[in-house]
């Protein structure tokens, strides 16, 4: 059931997908975390996060207990559709909650703020997170280097590379200056780290950081 749900969104058929989840909801069937998160990205894909929203209440009701996974899931639903304070509500309830926290609503957070080009929430948010006892890792590095990516001038952009600075990680904004062979043995290292990291680490890393690159002419 859950590979003919997936094989629906995957065809833009979402009203299908509801059908199947819904008829399997009334008959009774248990239903895993996991059916409930690919419904809610097939509603963060159509920018239907108050369905999204309904279905964690649902969740909750049938003693399905939401995970760090699954509020990032809703982040992202809000992120994408611009609304990035409904997404730090989110994550401010995941912080008076129970669950250990780590970068991943962080980002879900901090990439809706670059998202809607309110760089100095999103800031604000990274100071936070080093309050909350997080340090900054590929994730957040991630959003800022694709949002400088995305500025109109190069003084925004340096803005955003600056804030990683001040977490500790100046590599990209090395890069926007420097062509010393050292940078190559940096970037070498940090890497050969990332590789084995979920979530494509080392792959979007490394592509938001080309994308920089070239809008500032310095591939």
Request: hydrophobic share 40%; proline share 2%.
């Amino acid at each position: 059931y859950k590979s003919l749900i997936a094989a629906c969104s995957k065809q833009q058929l979402l009203e299908q997908a509801e059908e199947i989840f819904n008829e399997l909801h009334s008959k009774g069937y248990k239903l895993d975390r996991s059916f409930y998160h690919l419904m809610i990205k097939m509603y963060r894909d159509s920018g239907r996060h108050d369905k999204a929203e309904k279905l964690l209440i649902q969740m909750k009701e049938v003693g399905v207990e939401p995970t760090i996974a699954t509020m990032h899931l809703l982040m992202m639903s809000y992120g994408s559709s611009g609304q990035p304070k409904e997404a730090e509500k989110v994550l401010d309830n995941l912080k008076s909650s129970s669950l250990s926290l780590t970068t991943l609503p962080y980002s879900s957070v901090i990439d809706a703020f670059l998202k809607s080009g309110d760089y100095s929430a999103a800031i604000q948010k990274l100071g936070d997170m080093k309050v909350d006892g997080l340090e900054a890792d590929h994730r957040i590095w991630t959003c800022f280097i694709r949002a400088a990516s995305l500025c109109e001038s190069s003084e925004e952009a340096i803005v955003l590379l600056k804030a990683l600075q001040d977490t500790g990680f100046d590599l990209p904004l090395r890069l926007s200056s420097e062509t010393c062979d050292s940078l190559v043995v940096a970037m070498d290292q940090l890497l050969e780290k990332l590789q084995p990291l979920q979530d494509n680490a080392a792959f979007n890393f490394v592509n938001a950081l080309e994308d920089f690159l070239w809008a500032f002419e310095l591939r």
